[in-house]
């Protein structure tokens, strides 16, 4: 280039150039010169080997950064633990021995004991054990803050599992046969005890009640308090108080009636056992 087209140039290629002439020439990999220069001698250079050379290596990956690993890892940690708290808290108290009443035996999940051998009542009763009450007794359980049971002679119940505080607020039990009288604490309020038969469920929102089932009918009596009847075909919706829904096992029309002095009695006595049974 002549000083005439140098100095037609403006002062970015005038810079452009100066910095051009400074750079210094790309040196080719030894390895790689010797290996051309054999192909070379040979005629044997593979498409795409000078290409390919010419091309820049790949950037080598970025590593994280170690300070937002952590914070990343720490967060998922500290979400674990509160979630793990949470759980942990949410379940109410489960069953407890509260008391029994005549003589006989009871049966928990396979176990065989006194009807009256609180030790023995208190060690096997657990969440979804099965409970078979012998003739001639009745037991008392507690699920302390949130409702009590008494199941009577001849009964065959599931227990249910212990409530929620927060979430999973309804639980449920299972009662083949038998009767089972429930008064529900102030832990409940807000959730729901379910009782399931054969020919319905009985769904407990806060109340005293009595559930009663043999090989003909089930029979839901409400003395006062909240509770209503679904079954697999209707919704009978709530229990008045001081009536029962009968619901047959033959699949007759179910019938609303006043409740029989038996199952009364069988509420009120459990009812009398309990005051102070909920407080703090």
Request: glycine letters at 12%; charged letters at 20%; proline letters at 7%.
């Amino acid at each position: 280039m002549t000083n005439r087209n140098h100095d037609n140039l403006n002062d970015r290629q005038r810079q452009a150039k100066e910095a051009m002439r400074h750079l210094s020439a790309p040196q080719a990999d030894p390895d790689f010169r010797a290996r051309l220069k054999s192909q070379f001698m040979a005629g044997d250079i593979p498409a795409g080997e000078l290409s390919s050379a010419a091309a820049p290596a790949a950037l080598p990956a970025k590593s994280p950064r170690p300070l937002a690993t952590w914070l990343g890892w720490s967060g998922l940690a500290a979400a674990a633990v509160l979630a793990a708290f949470f759980l942990g808290f949410n379940r109410l108290p489960g069953p407890v021995y509260l008391g029994s009443h005549g003589v006989g035996q009871v049966t928990v999940s396979g176990q065989v004991m006194d009807v009256d051998d609180k030790a023995a009542l208190g060690a096997a009763l657990k969440p979804g054990s099965r409970v078979l009450v012998g003739e001639g007794g009745s037991l008392d359980i507690l699920y302390p803050g949130s409702f009590a049971l008494r199941l009577g002679e001849g009964s065959d119940l599931v227990l249910p599992s212990r409530p929620g505080r927060w979430i999973g607020r309804r639980t449920e039990a299972e009662m083949a046969y038998g009767e089972v009288s429930v008064r529900t604490g102030p832990d409940l309020q807000g959730g729901q005890l379910v009782i399931r038969t054969g020919e319905g469920r009985a769904v407990i929102e806060g109340t005293l009640v009595s559930v009663f089932r043999n090989d003909e009918l089930t029979c839901v009596c409400l003395f006062e308090g909240s509770a209503y009847i679904t079954t697999d075909t209707a919704d009978l919706g709530a229990v008045p108080p001081g009536k029962r829904w009968v619901l047959f096992s033959d699949g007759s029309e179910p019938q609303l009636l006043d409740i029989v002095p038996g199952h009364q009695d069988h509420m009120l006595g459990l009812d009398r056992t309990l005051p102070g049974v909920f407080e703090n």
